[in-house]
């Protein structure tokens, strides 16, 4: 019984497989793809150059340079005592920057 089952989807795939075979038309062209949208020429580049600052790459997007690779050697900087109040501080001072975005 459970030797069943696979050989019926087996023969049903196989059946269905030979039935699209056998009514192929090959003089029929196969569809078209969508025609791909040009990128506006207009707009400007994802990626600026600048010269790198001494841990970064030098290539900015959306204003913030991108830092270069980081090893396991730095397990200990991501695992600071210090990491979560300075994150804290961060946040709070974009809380008070922006505070006219908050309704």
Same mark, same amino acid.
């Given at each position: 019984m459970k030797l069943l089952r696979p050989l019926l989807v087996a !023969?049903?795939?196989?059946s269905v497989c030979f039935v699209?075979?056998?009514?192929?038309?090959?003089?029929?062209?196969?569809?078209? !793809?969508p025609a791909r949208v040009p990128a506006n020429p207009a707009a400007p580049p994802p990626y600026r150059h600048r010269p790198p600052s001494p841990d970064g790459t030098g290539k900015i997007f959306m204003g913030r340079e991108i830092a270069q690779v980081m090893g396991h050697a730095a397990i200990d900087w991501l695992e600071r005592g210090e990491r979560a109040q300075q994150?804290?501080?961060a946040c709070g001072f974009l809380l008070v920057e922006n505070r006219h975005l908050l309704p």
């Amino acid at each position: 019984m459970k030797l069943l089952r696979p050989l019926l989807v087996a !023969l049903t795939g196989l059946s269905v497989c030979f039935v699209v075979w056998r009514n192929h038309d090959p003089t029929t062209p196969a569809p078209a !793809l969508p025609a791909r949208v040009p990128a506006n020429p207009a707009a400007p580049p994802p990626y600026r150059h600048r010269p790198p600052s001494p841990d970064g790459t030098g290539k900015i997007f959306m204003g913030r340079e991108i830092a270069q690779v980081m090893g396991h050697a730095a397990i200990d900087w991501l695992e600071r005592g210090e990491r979560a109040q300075q994150e804290f501080e961060a946040c709070g001072f974009l809380l008070v920057e922006n505070r006219h975005l908050l309704p």
